[in-house]
């Protein structure tokens, strides 16, 4: 081969790639999980939603001396709710 066309053939584009089926992505997305896609899981009623939460519940639990705590996200409706709830039982004063 001549050096001429080593250069041309060595300055060709990769030869092209057709795109993927939409519906080989359409099955990959359904394989992944809401967190993966960019969705939130509402730890209260398992509603999957975009974008921020709204809220965000507090668990605490122990394991020897190890306290641990964990945010879960929560809906607009359930974070409302709980809210609520939980301003009602601090206007009666109950502690339960």
């Known amino acids: 081969?001549?050096?001429?066309?080593?250069?041309?053939?060595?300055?060709?584009?990769?030869?092209?790639?057709?795109?993927?089926?939409?519906?080989?992505?359409?099955?990959?997305?359904?394989?992944?999980?809401?967190?993966?896609?960019?969705?939130?899981?509402?730890?209260?009623?398992?509603q999957r939603f975009a974008g921020k939460p709204a809220g965000r519940g507090l668990l605490m639990w122990t394991r020897g001396e190890d306290v641990r705590f964990e945010e879960p996200a929560l809906c607009r409706s359930c974070a409302k709710a709980i809210t609520v709830a939980g301003n009602a039982l601090l206007e009666d004063g109950s502690d339960e």
Do not use: F, N, T
């Open 1 to 46: 081969m001549r050096p001429e066309c080593a250069k041309l053939e060595a300055m060709s584009p990769p030869p092209r790639v057709p795109p993927p089926s939409p519906h080989e992505i359409l099955s990959e997305l359904d394989e992944m999980s809401p967190e993966a896609r960019g969705l939130q899981v509402c730890d209260a009623c398992g």
